[in-house]
């Protein structure tokens, strides 16, 4: 009997490879570098690739708040003011405005005060914002209007709505000349009863009417019967803001509230036309997700062309962006680290900006490292490949990164992370000098600089208070130092020993941490969000440091929800928790521990529930001062008593480290200003040269990898033969 | 056939109620609507009234399952689950907590997903079924010994492994093919290839392993015998005839997975960034928006009721015996 053939099992077996070799036969046909992962269309164009781990929430600036959100939006909408990119101390300086406001001050009759008018005599403070008479809004279908100057896509038909799946099926756009009503349109918008705009509650606090008119309007929205229909805010006064003409604008606030001029710089107070409003309100729009909250219309550097939030998000040029030009100020150094190289050029340089989808901190470095994304974090899976530290404790790039020309930018983080003491417990809590000096015991034992080694990659500074560095009235050095946690050593602040600690608990009345009324150990617990396996030797870690008192620390792990009712209900003894500034000013962070802020029943974001009138008279006088010699001295009395006190063990204030290309220039942190895209620069054609150097592909296993399998066939083969040509006996 | 299909159909009903009432359970017990109303305000400056207007307005303000403070039929529909589960049954998903059309959101979303499953699942099985038949010819050799242990060894290593590994070594290592990403069109298949590659080989050692059990016990039986002394050449024995009678546990494992298929893969959208649907769920999750999770775990459980149906339906065609009745 003939052998038969062997015909299509290996052939099917080899089918996956067949095809494998059929698909790099077509990469290579490409011509581009295989693994790039963009068009090749784009190769050397001045485009910025960045990413989006998950989609924003929110494209609304009276709804958006959180850093994802504004990473877009501050580069399509521009409020009154900005921050000065390259100064610091941080500064505001104009954006849409022609000038930094200017504020006055009336008395509850309306008469016109003295700038240095006591503050219990103001009962007004009034922001005159003149406009800049150049600014534009992008081009977008709101705006287009027909031959008899009507507007083109305000009333589409049923048919027209089924043409349209993106924005871009509406060919014909608009613009217009910017106007103060468009800042008035968008203050309303932050009372409009379906936005639920974060910040509404506070600004009814604060501007004139905003309350009585958030009234208003959830009166009248309630009563309608459709409510989808657009519900127009014009038509509608609001008391506190008047429009003087076109370009200017005042805004009238009860009392005086100097960090309102930090609020003109935000999303929230960025101009609105009503022709977005009335154009996204058309039914049938909302369920193609064409909304206001996922397609901006603004007057930035930037407009949005492409948002698919489950995929990729883009940014154009604004063809109408109006004339700003590269700052020519900035810190003594900034000359000789290269950032006012182009300084006077007008901006934006990035012609496109790219965020697209990634998940995993893995694949985004790699592809990092290949050129195809121009900057990156520092996750802890990546650190040591990318850092190391010199013998004097400095972070520097290893050898591997340097030899990719790419550069570290370092920065302390506006934020203060912390473990609070619930200040209505009747262990921990109370401003006893018992209870403070059992916290201050726990405040030393709490070692942060071997978190942050441990933890944190030696990525953050130890907290000496409330205040993070870089904020008015922050004192570096000795005079900066807690006393009742450090001594100054050797040119540096060193923590205090553990005897120390001791010493202090024995004080509380708990030698060796026992309870000398009862004799009982003292059991305190920690209540914390805990969300991975990572988390237990953190918690371990906490033990251990608690331990060392002779404290038994209980873990209490919730979710962050569990986690905030607690908290809402005083039910946690210690916790972890922290804070990112809104505005980089002392009141954003000594409002955290204002007695008028506790959490327990007021609800506000003193988690502490710390309460002492004396630290409440000083934050009171403290808060509406203009930055000067008073308001640094009574930072320094309130730093003393909280540092007295003790109602947080002051953690750390974290450092971002953050490596890009050699080719992304004038990368300067800037963590207050959310607009800094338009004074980046890509170098394309070096980026190109980068990209086609690092990414050759290898194609020699493949054919070895082919030969692996013929040898591992053989065998098989043999067999095969054997048993075809065998005999039944 | 067509009375099985429709007393099918119907008995579907209880059984998407009985899903949607467990995953509304399960999903209020983890979160109140006061952490939903939370996680979608922010985290700051949020006040008790933000959140009861942030609930007043979706209609989180209702009780869960009985409105007794209402009158009437109202005592029921005026509730949570009836008001945002109900709707399901019609194919209404509504919006999402944070105001988009989920109905789009899928329809835009599951050509990702498909463009990773279908290739993977039909090359796959190709591929499990082609090696366990090899194995089968080759029983009782040392080649079936190691061929056994390599897909043990195979099937023990985590399928992240083989994620990270397969990106590390094609696209970092050898560079011919993007780490991640997605793009539309024909484009995809430069992003799609590497995935289902890797799903393959993740997938071949228990495959085959479960293919050749189906198969040996095929192998024993008479009708292999009579082809066999019949003098059929054992390739064509096994691949035609064992092949075709094993045909029922496979369809039994394969088409009930088919719409499946639509639900995505979670960790390899997340590791590809593949825009699928099995990160839309788990994004959902993350982010407590209940509208997107109970609407997707509606659309698996009638997918997976699809699925069984069709399996059944299938039986009929590859073996004459079954009568569905």
Known sequence: ?729 | MIGYLLRRLLYAFPLLLGINVLTFILFFVVNTPDDMARMHLGQKHVTPESVEKWKRERGYDLPLFWNAKAGGTEKVTGTIFYQKSLGLFLFRFGRSDDGRDIGADIGQRMWPSLAIAVPSLLVGLLVDISVALLLVFFRLTYLEFWGVALCVAAMSVSTLFYIIGGQYLVGKLLQLTPISGYDTGLNAWRFVALPVLIGIVAGVGSGARWYRTLFLEEVEKDYVRTARAKGLPEPRVLFAHVLRNALIPILTGVVVVLPLLFTGSLITESFFAIPGLGSYTIDAINQQDFAIVRSMVFLGSVLYILGLLLTDISYTLVDPRVRLG
């Open chain 1, 1 to 729: 009997m003939p052998a038969p053939s062997f015909p299509w099992p290996p052939v099917r077996a080899s089918l996956p490879w067949l095809g494998f070799c059929f698909w790099l036969f077509l990469l290579a046909a490409c011509g581009d570098p295989p693994n790039n992962p963009y068009p090749a269309e784009d190769n050397g164009k001045n485009i910025l690739y960045t990413s989006f781990e998950e989609r924003p929430k929110h494209l609304d600036p009276a709804r958006a708040y959180s850093a994802n959100e504004y990473e877009i939006i501050a580069q399509i909408y521009e409020p009154p003011l900005q921050y000065a990119y390259l100064k610091r101390p941080y500064q505001l300086e104009p954006l849409a405005a022609a000038e930094l406001p200017a504020v006055s001050y009336l008395d509850r009759n309306g008469q016109p005060l003295p700038a240095n008018a006591p503050e219990e005599h103001i009962g007004y403070s009034v922001y005159d914002i003149h406009l800049r008479s150049d600014v534009r809004f992008q081009p977008h279908p709101a705006f287009a209007k027909d031959e008899a100057g009507h507007y083109r896509y305000h009333a589409l038909s049923p048919e027209q709505l089924a043409q349209v799946q993106t924005l871009a099926d509406l060919p014909e756009t608009g613009s217009r000349a910017l106007t103060a009503e468009d800042y008035l349109y968008q203050i309303k918008r932050l009372a409009h009863p379906q936005i639920h705009s974060p910040i509404a509650e506070m600004m009814a606090g604060y501007i004139v009417g905003l309350k009585d008119l958030s009234e208003r309007l959830a009166k009248d929205f309630g009563s309608r019967a459709d409510k989808s229909v657009w519900f127009d805010l014009r038509p509608y006064a609001l008391e506190g803001v008047e429009i003087v003409d076109p370009h200017r604008l005042k805004i009238r606030l009860h009392g005086k509230y100097p960090q309102f001029r930090f609020w003109l710089a935000m999303p929230f107070f960025a101009p609105l036309p009503w022709e977005a409003d009335a154009f996204y309100a058309q039914p049938g729009l909302a369920t193609k997700n064409i909304t206001l909250d996922w397609y901006p219309v603004g007057t930035g550097a930037y407009m949005m062309t492409e948002n698919n939030p489950n995929r990729r998000m883009m940014l154009v040029k604004n063809p109408h962006y109006h004339e700003e030009r590269y700052p020519a100020e900035g810190e003594p150094e900034d000359a000789a680290r290269g950032y006012l190289r182009d300084a006077g050029r007008k901006l934006p340089f990035i012609d496109r900006v790219v965020f697209v989808l990634e998940k995993e901190t893995i694949p985004y470095w790699n592809k990092f490292l290949q050129g195809y994304y121009d900057a990156s974090s520092l996750a802890s899976d990546n650190f040591d490949q990318a850092i190391q530290f010199s013998g004097q404790g400095n972070a520097e790039l290893t050898p591997d990164m340097k030899s990719r020309d790419i550069r570290l930018q370092t920065a302390v983080a506006t934020t203060s992370m912390y473990m609070g003491f619930n200040m209505l417990d009747p262990v921990v809590g109370g401003l006893g000098e018992a209870r403070a000096k059992l916290r201050r015991a726990i405040s030393i034992a709490v070692d942060e600089e071997e978190f942050i080694a441990i933890f944190m990659n030696g990525r953050g500074i130890p907290a000496q208070g409330v205040l993070p560095p870089g904020l008015f009235g922050f004192v570096k050095g000795k005079d900066g130092i807690n006393p009742y946690i450090y001594d100054w050593a050797g040119g540096e602040p060193r923590r205090k020993s553990i005897a120390e600690a001791k010493q202090l608990l024995a004080e509380a009345g708990y030698p060796s941490g026992m309870d000398a009324r009862t004799g009982k150990p003292l059991v305190l617990y920690l209540d914390t969000v805990a969300s991975g396996p990572d988390d237990k030797s953190v918690l371990n870690w906490y033990r251990k440091q608690f331990g060392k008192l002779g404290i038994q620390l209980v873990l209490r792990t919730t979710d962050y929800n569990q986690f905030q009712q607690k908290m809402l209900n005083g039910n946690a003894q210690i916790f972890r928790w922290g804070w990112n500034a809104d505005y980089p000013d002392p009141e954003n962070f000594f409002f955290l521990l204002y007695g008028q802020n506790a959490k327990v029943g007021k609800g506000g974001e003193n988690a502490a529930n710390y309460q002492n009138p004396e630290f409440d008279r000083l934050f009171e006088r403290m808060r509406n001062l203009e930055d000067g010699p008073e308001r640094f001295r009574l930072i320094q009395e309130m730093q003393a008593v909280l540092r007295r006190d003790a109602p947080w063990v002051f953690g750390l204030h974290p450092k971002t480290f953050s490596l890009s290309h050699a080719w992304y220039q004038n990368r300067k942190p800037n963590l207050m200003a959310n607009n800094g895209l338009k004074y980046l620069r890509i170098d394309g054609k070096e980026r190109e040269e980068k990209r086609a150097e690092w990414n050759r592909p290898v194609y020699w296993p493949l054919p070895f990898l082919a030969l692996l399998a013929v040898g591992a066939v053989t065998p098989a083969w043999r067999v095969y033969r054997r048993r075809m040509r065998s005999t039944a006996l």
